[in-house]
């Protein structure tokens, strides 16, 4: 216990070390951010609430924040879209609210950047059996080897490489970025995405057919180079949603929060190196989910080690970090070793996930980040 403190105790001086050094120079610029949930958080229930957590996060010397809009294949805003397609305009739980323009507006009185997050992102439905979405367009489905409902830890998922879900993403997306005075959007490790194990439907079947000389996918759905046409599929999606919200608003942050790499690739076709490479990223936050310094550190390692140096326009790579999931809160050492690490290679910034995880044991991590590395004000970096 006495070596954990030390560890913990060396790492705040390295942090408060390096905001002594920007505050000499007199400005700071991080990305200091955290994902507002509607699962296990109350913020998006009353505009109270949204005021008093922005309030918070505004006092605790963050900068921006990523509210969800898409889960459970509801919406946290009115959507004509989903009103139009599936009778469902937002969540049963906002009626007669719109609790993205109350934190669009909150958000801004305080100076802080508001980023929606599209987390439900490709997947139709948690342990429902495709949902609503696939009752009413069961031909949007996705199938595994078998000809099943593409199912993977609990999540059923829309078919990503059909024309008309990926029409229907993109719109919700547009939906949004034409509808709110947002400064950007995000993806997540659902969008763009599929499990490695998909791709068998009729559709997907006569796609692949039609480019390989009628010869039928693999059978071994981590066949190379089939998850390589298909990842290549997800990879022009995101390109192209990039540039439609950029020929929307120029001025937008394309942010993508996927999976780490390799694994990303490996389980749900993410290349996201690619998206950096490619110019269709302009902020990427991989989820650094990780229980344990060490592993925190080596992931960290891995990942740099494979993003790529240089792309045009791109604020850059920061990682995402689980603060509480369940029961689970981040130890005090551990959020200051992970902060310090990041500082000392490089990566100016972090978010959390998710806000809760500030709120917790009387507000504890929220106070270590205070008056640790977060003691200073700092600015959201631009490209």
């Not at 505004?58 to 946290?76: G, I, R, Y």
């Not at 891995?302 to 970090?321: H, L, R």
Request: charged share 20%; net charge neutral; proline share 6%.
């Amino acid at each position: 216990m006495q070596n954990l403190v030390m560890v913990g105790v060396m790492a705040l001086l390295i942090v408060s070390c390096t905001a002594q050094d920007h505050e000499d120079n007199g400005d700071i610029s991080e990305i200091r951010g955290v994902w507002l949930t509607n699962v296990d958080s109350d913020v998006l229930l009353s505009r109270t609430a949204i005021a008093e957590a922005l309030q918070f996060i505004k006092e605790h010397h963050f900068n921006v924040v990523f509210p969800v809009v898409w889960n459970n294949a509801l919406t946290t805003y009115p959507s004509a879209l989903m009103d139009s397609l599936f009778g469902t305009p937002i969540d049963p739980r906002y009626t007669g609210r719109d609790p993205l323009a109350e934190v669009v507006e909150e958000a801004h009185r305080r100076g802080l950047l508001v980023i929606p997050w599209f987390e439900f992102g490709f997947s139709a439905s948690y342990k429902k059996n495709g949902g609503t979405i696939l009752t009413k367009k069961p031909h949007w489905a996705a199938r595994d080897a078998k000809g099943n409902l593409l199912s993977k830890n609990g999540f059923e998922w829309m078919n990503a490489y059909h024309p008309q879900v990926q029409r229907f993403i993109m719109q919700l997306v547009l939906e949004v970025v034409q509808t709110y005075d947002v400064n950007g959007v995000q993806g997540d490790d659902r969008l763009p995405a599929q499990p490695v194990e998909g791709g068998y439907s009729a559709y997907t079947d006569s796609l692949y057919r039609a480019h390989h000389q009628g010869r039928p996918p693999p059978k071994d759905h981590r066949d190379p180079g089939w998850i390589r046409w298909r990842a290549d599929i997800l990879n022009r999606f995101a390109a192209e949603l990039y540039t439609n919200i950029k020929t929307n608003k120029p001025h937008l942050i394309v942010s993508w929060a996927p999976s780490v790499y390799p694994w990303s690739y490996q389980e749900y076709l993410q290349d996201w190196p690619e998206w950096i490479r490619g110019g269709y990223a302009d902020l990427v936050i991989p989820q650094v989910y990780r229980y344990e310094p060490a592993k925190y550190r080596s992931t960290m390692e891995e990942m740099k080690a494979v993003t790529p140096k240089t792309a045009k326009k791109f604020i850059g790579v920061y990682p995402g970090i689980l603060m509480r999931l369940g029961n689970y809160y981040i130890d005090e050492a551990y959020l200051l070793q992970a902060v310090a690490y990041n500082r000392a290679h490089g990566y100016g910034g972090e978010v959390f996930f998710f806000y809760e995880g500030l709120r917790g044991k009387d507000n504890h991590l929220a106070r270590v980040l205070i008056n640790g590395p977060y003691r200073m004000v700092a600015t959201f970096p631009r490209n």
